[in-house]
């Protein structure tokens, strides 16, 4: 599967979408050398990560030519001015990364000390919208390198232009307004039992004081500063705690919030993909189903806002105007909730030596982006080796199914990894990296539609039927899947059907160990998606039921159809809007990186034996330590398992995969993955571009080497050199009267080219009066390529404020997913 929410999942484009690509980027590629027209996997010979916190010191090392890429997003707009001067450097510009603040909701009184949490009442979280001025953080503190943000999603994705005029509204609503917010705090905090004694909040006869995790790397903690502050001055006693990535973590997502050990955190989160499909978002940043870490489970939304997040997630509409209705609830409701605010989108740069190129993605940069471990290479040269600085790394344990979300280790993990589909970086849409083809059958009337010619879609004129041989839940007593038939012998049906067709040379793929990829490195992952949320299993772990229920709410199925060449079939109420995002692939990477079945079954066999734990909910509840497969005393733990299990010649999870895995194939992957220990000291074993040679914990080093059996070209995927990106302009009368007839145009260009008509989706308009009422909200008319008409008659303007007045233009490219947004004010005289 494909994760996209991180902490600070070769294709072909349609004919006229190529053609439009052509034109715009005239790329001419240099005559291939014989080595390069060799060279399978990645460019480059290895790559070697180390640490360095400072954007500022990275900077000098850079140009100094002790590294080559510093892969982590910088907002300081002087460094960006350092960054544009220096010719030996060059930037990847990104807009997926944002700033927050995060409130520990447990309460209102804290087990641990017995002290008050404000933030467990909804109101006052809420309230706190109002104390912050969100254009003050984004123009002095950012320097005008981050826009003010509200929601919970991103107004540089495809669902803020959506609803942008939802979005404005609500940003209306929620703009600084600090008398509000004292008079709301103080009354929630009056309901509390609280008291306000000589200008300071007090309760049960004490001060009340606010523990406030500040992060200390960049300009979260000048925003601590300034937040501390306003609170302080509506009366509470801030404890300032100025921390490190690495030392906020274990206090803000690994210990039990009722401990109280902290009540806020300015957190950072980037988004790694375009997001063309923000549904989901509400059910990660603001439910149990989110994520295992205790903070998550102690999230409480009201029931409103539960079922909308919910339905939403599993995508449980009909149409795009029922999908409309449920977003502005939940966009409504999330500022309601508030544990966590949002304060700004940055708008960042990541930087690199230009000797260097590799692809980024628009919303994650090089870090965030899929492909760079693919296309990461030196300009004059085949080979080398790449130094890569970040700001941190291996805070948290590495381990596929729960270990470290930081995108620090992410970033790493990730070129161990391959895919069964691949993200464009500039769409946000799978493209097929180990999968052939796929098939997608939708229901009749729900709204998908598809781009790409790798996938065929269909509709159905009646809902899908489920075969009755597909499996569809698990008993972990027998170890055996249950069947459609034995579950719902009267039959059941789906709105979604995929299938994903792999071809025949995919048992030809190798995991870095040497071992053939089988079709159990696939069943594997069907079992744990069950078994970690049964009970009766020894697996179980309660984390993963929030989401595992939701889950089952909308899954119907999964069947092999073929085990030579290996086809899946998938069905599920639930659907995504692209056809192509529709494919379930079950390829092995899981939700914190790659697992073939044997290395896993050595983390299985020690948190079944009560030693280890996938989780850090899990660790921290059975007071084991959290699974690290890379490093750390865990290690020698799951080398014991690997023993027991090449002692039995062990297989997992028998009755199932038996079917899949012979004697002779067991015998070889521990054989295999036993020499892998024993050379490597770690049980970290991918498919992808590179493998892990070794992790230093304490000097925070990764070393990565290219795996040369890796199957593709190195070139697969070169054409991601340059995002289309739509340059947009404005123009009309500056001066207009309630009777006439108006004409505003809006020039669409690349490089001082129009941009082909073809390749735009939509041109929104927005006309606010003076007063910030929404007069009119439409779509521009095509006069040409590159030219868009938005008309306006005397009846538009009845009734309008008048003043200044602005029309906002949202432009959506089909070639890049990224909307760009522009205005123009005028004067409407009576």
């Known amino acids: ?168 509204m609500l940003e209306q609503r929620y703009r600084h307004d600090p008398g509000k917010a004292e008079a709301v705090i103080g009354d929630g905090m009056r309901a509390l039992g609280a008291e306000k004694e000589n200008g300071r909040w007090h309760y049960d006869g004490e001060v009340v004081e606010l523990r406030f ?53 300015t957190g950072g989160w980037i988004s790694t993909i375009v997001r063309r499909d923000d549904a989901g978002t509400f059910n990660f940043y603001y439910t149990p189903r989110g994520l295992s870490s205790p903070l998550w489970q102690a999230y409480r939304p009201s029931e409103e806002f539960d079922d909308a997040a919910e339905r939403l997630g ?28 949002w304060l700004v989108d940055q708008i960042s740069v990541s930087p690199r030596r230009k000797e260097i190129s590799v692809a980024a993605d628009l919303s994650g940069g090089i870090s965030g982006a899929y492909l760079w471990p693919y ?113 719902h012998p009267e039959g059941l049906t789906a709105r979604r059907k995929s299938v994903a067709y792999y071809p025949e040379e995919l048992y030809r793929t190798k995991w870095h160990d040497g071992s053939r990829f089988s079709p159990a490195d696939v069943v594997m992952g069907i079992i744990l998606t069950f078994d970690r949320a049964d009970e009766d299993s020894k697996l179980f772990d309660e984390s993963q039921l929030p989401a595992f229920e939701s889950f089952k709410r909308h899954f119907r199925g999964v069947r092999i159809k073929s085990k030579s060449p290996l086809a899946i079939e998938t069905y599920s109420h639930s659907y995504s809007l692209d056809a192509e995002n529709n494919v379930a692939t079950w390829y092995p990477d899981y939700a914190h990186g790659p697992g073939s079945w044997h290395a896993l079954t050595t983390g299985i066999l020690a948190e079944k034996a009560g030693q280890l734990a996938f989780s ?90 290219r795996f040369e059996d890796f199957p593709d070209h190195a ?41 082909p008509a073809k390749s735009i989706k939509n041109v929104i308009f927005l006309w606010y009066d003076a007063a910030d009422n929404l007069v009119r909200k439409g779509e521009g008319q095509k006069a040409e390529d590159g030219k868009y008409l938005i008309k306006f008659s005397g009846r538009d303007a009845q009734g309008i404020c008048f003043g200044c007045n602005r029309v906002e233009v949202a432009v959506v490219s089909s070639l890049v997913s990224i909307p760009v947004f522009e205005k123009l004010e005028f004067l409407v005289l009576p």
Not at 733 to 744: A, C, L, Q, T, W
Request: charge should be negative; proline fraction near 5%.
């Open 1 to 168: 599967m494909i994760y996209c929410y991180i902490r600070i999942g070769r294709g072909t484009i349609r004919c006229a979408e190529a053609l439009a690509v052509a034109v715009l980027l005239f790329l001419v590629a240099p005559a291939p050398s014989s080595a390069a027209e060799e060279r399978t996997g990645a460019w480059v010979d290895e790559v070697v990560a180390s640490v360095q916190p400072s954007a500022r010191q990275a900077l000098s090392i850079l140009a100094a030519g002790e590294a080559h890429v510093y892969a982590f997003g910088i907002s300081d707009a002087n460094l960006y001015d350092i960054i544009r001067e220096d010719g030996d450097l060059e930037y990847e510009r990104h807009v997926g990364t944002s700033a927050e603040l995060a409130f520990n909701p447990y309460g209102p009184v804290f087990e641990g000390d017995g002290g008050l949490n404000p933030f467990s009442v909804p109101e006052i979280r809420e309230a706190v919208n109002w104390l912050l001025d969100r254009n003050y953080i984004a123009g002095e503190i950012y320097g005008g390198m981050a826009r003010p943000r509200y929601l919970p999603i991103n107004s540089a994705f495809a669902d803020y232009a959506r609803f942008v005029d939802v979005a404005r």
């Open 375 to 487: 296309t990461l290479r030196f300009a004059d040269r085949v080979g080398g080796t790449v130094r890569i600085a970040t700001q941190n790394l291996l805070d948290d344990p590495w381990n596929p199914l729960d270990g470290s979300n930081w995108i620090f280790d992410m970033m790493f993990t990730r070129a161990t990894s391959d895919y069964g589909v691949i993200i464009d970086p500039y769409t946000g849409l799978y493209l097929p990296q180990r999968i052939e083809r796929g098939e997608v059958t939708i229901q009749e009337g729900l709204p998908v539609e598809k781009t790409h010619d790798w996938v065929s879609l269909e509709f159905s004129d009646d809902e899908i039927e489920v075969p009755e041989d597909a499996w569809i839940d698990w008993d972990a007593e027998q170890q055996r899947f249950i069947t459609v038939a034995e579950k």
């Open 715 to 755: 070139g697969k995927w070169e054409r991601f050199k340059k995002p289309v990106m739509p340059e947009v302009s404005v123009s009309g009368p500056r001066r207009v009267s309630p009777g006439d007839e108006v004409e505003f145009v809006v020039d669409v260009s690349f490089e001082g080219r129009p941009y």
């Open 213 to 265: 995790l500040i992060r200390s790397e960049d300009e979260r903690r000048e925003i601590g500063d300034y937040i501390a502050s306003l609170l302080e001055n509506i009366g509470f006693v801030v404890r300032r705690d100025y921390r490190t990535a690495e030392e906020a973590a274990p206090v803000w997502s690994g210990a039990d919030p009722a401990q109280g050990r902290f009540h806020l955190y």
């Open 616 to 705: 850090n909910h899990k660790a921290d509840r059975l007071q084991v330590e959290w699974m690290s497969m890379i490093a750390g005393p865990g290690i020698g733990v799951l080398g014991g398992k690997l023993r027991e299990a090449r002692e039995q010649n062990y297989i997992p999870y028998e009755p199932v995969l038996g079917k899949y895995i012979d004697k002779n194939e067991a015998s070889e992957r521990w054989r295999n993955l036993q020499n892998w220990y024993d050379e490597k000291g770690h049980f970290w074993v991918g498919t992808g571009p590179f493998y892990l040679q070794r992790v230093y914990s304490v000097e925070k080093n990764v070393h990565l080497r």
């Open 314 to 341: 599993r995508r449980d509409f009909g149409s795009m105007e029922e999908r409309s209705e449920l977003f502005a609830v939940a966009l409504e409701l999330s500022l309601r909730d508030s544990v966590r605010i």
